[in-house]
Structure formats: structure tokens, C-alpha cells
């Protein structure tokens, strides 16, 4: 799985709202949310979009200015997404062209709402496909480019369920044990089998909200023969049991 690819699983329009809004003065911008400039211009935490820009936020963000956009908001995601969503800024505006603006502008909001989701979704990956491409350097994009520890990072993702061990992983990596140990903690954060259990933690979380399968089928699926194990680890991670996760993550996926 690429970076960019694990940037945006599980981030997708579903039920969106694609509306026209008009930016007037001053005004609280919430939510995941793309706006799509097709006029005028809005400045954003510092950073000014005009036509054909698009803006991305998350939370609660101040925007100023005059223009007309194309907006949605993603409101359900689910705990891997949330983990790597959180790399993204607060606020940020990938460029666009007069072509841009008036596609934009073009655009109807009164089409089929599987339509405008997917045009939604479209114009989110564009839009993070710039930035991505602009901010790699740094944080989990840094770590995730890596030659060390990309591979150690796209190995864990893809197979949650192998018994990962350090030395194995080093193994995937071409280094020794205290080089990616060392290398993996100072780019991610924290040690390699620390991220290990959080990231099969956060698998398991959307497979129990978004599945009717069994604990114990869920903990084999992130690497755990032992479903007692499992729950221990995932209390620990969580708070709560993977039995009331059915619920609570249902409710916050």
C-alpha cells in the first residue's frame, strides 16, 4: 500500500451534503470538509485561496473573505482513518487554475447524491494528492518515505496479522534491530512493535464497528491466536472491550 493510499482509506463522501455556499466576513469552518473556490477569494489560518483553489479543513478553522464554493463535509470515519488523517493540518490550500474555476463553478448540487459524494471524493484526492506531494518531508510523510523504515511501515499495514517480531521487521527493513529501533522511534514516535499494537488496535476497531464478525475471528485477523489476549490489548489501546466497541465504535466510525 502506497503513502498516499493509506492517507485516504477510509476517507469517502457518503451522504456529503455537496452544497453551494457563499463566504461572507468572517465565519467558523467545521468539520472534515473540502470547500472548492469558483469565485472570489478566502483566506484561511494565513493562507489565501482564490477561484480555482481548494481548501481543506479539519475542526473548527476562521475564514475570512468573499467567494463562492462548492462545499461537503465527511462527517463518519473510522479509526485508521483517524489515525492518519491526523497528519494533516489544520487548514490547507492546494492551487488550482481558471480551468478549475470554471469547472467549479459548473457544477450542479442537485445531482444524484452517489454523484456528488463521488465528485466530492475526486476533488479531496486532488486536493491531498498537492499537499502530500508538498509536505512528505516531514513527520509520518517523512517516516513513510524512508528507506529504513517505509518498508517496516508498509509491511505492518499490509499484514497486520503476521507474528511481527523486531528482528523480522529489521529483516524487511535490511538493517539491524537497534538501527530501525533507533531510526523508528525518531521518526515516528515510538518504537516499531509500540506502533505495532496500536495501528492492528485501530484495524481491529473498524472491523468490529463495521462487521458482524467474531472477536476471536477479529483477533486473528490483526495477529492474535488468543482472543483473551486480544481483549487485553485492546482494552488497554481503547478503554473499552471489544464487545462494547460494537457499539461505541459504530457510533463515533
Known sequence: MEAFDELLRGVRADGAGVRRVEVSGTQVLSGLTLYAVAAGEMSVLGETAKAGDIVVVQGSVAAEGHASVVSGTYDAMGAVARRLTAVLPDALVAPGSDECAAFYDAVGTGAPGVVTDRLLDWLMVCALREWFDRAHSTGWMAARADVVVGPVLQAMHASPAR?????????????????????????????????????????????????????????????????????AAFKRVHGFSPSECRSRCAATA
Open 163 to 231: 507474528a511481527w517480531t523486531l528482528a523480522l521487521l529489521a529483516k524487511e527493513a535490511g538493517v539491524a534491530r537497534t538501527t530501525l529501533a533507533t531510526r523508528f522511534a525518531k521518526l515516528v514516535g515510538v518504537p516499531p512493535l509500540t506502533y505495532l499494537t496500536d495501528w492492528r488496535m485501530a484495524v481491529a476497531a473498524d472491523l468490529l464497528a463495521e462487521s458482524s464478525a467474531t472477536v476471536a475471528s477479529v483477533a486473528r485477523q490483526v495477529g492474535y491466536a488468543d482472543a483473551f489476549g486480544f481483549s
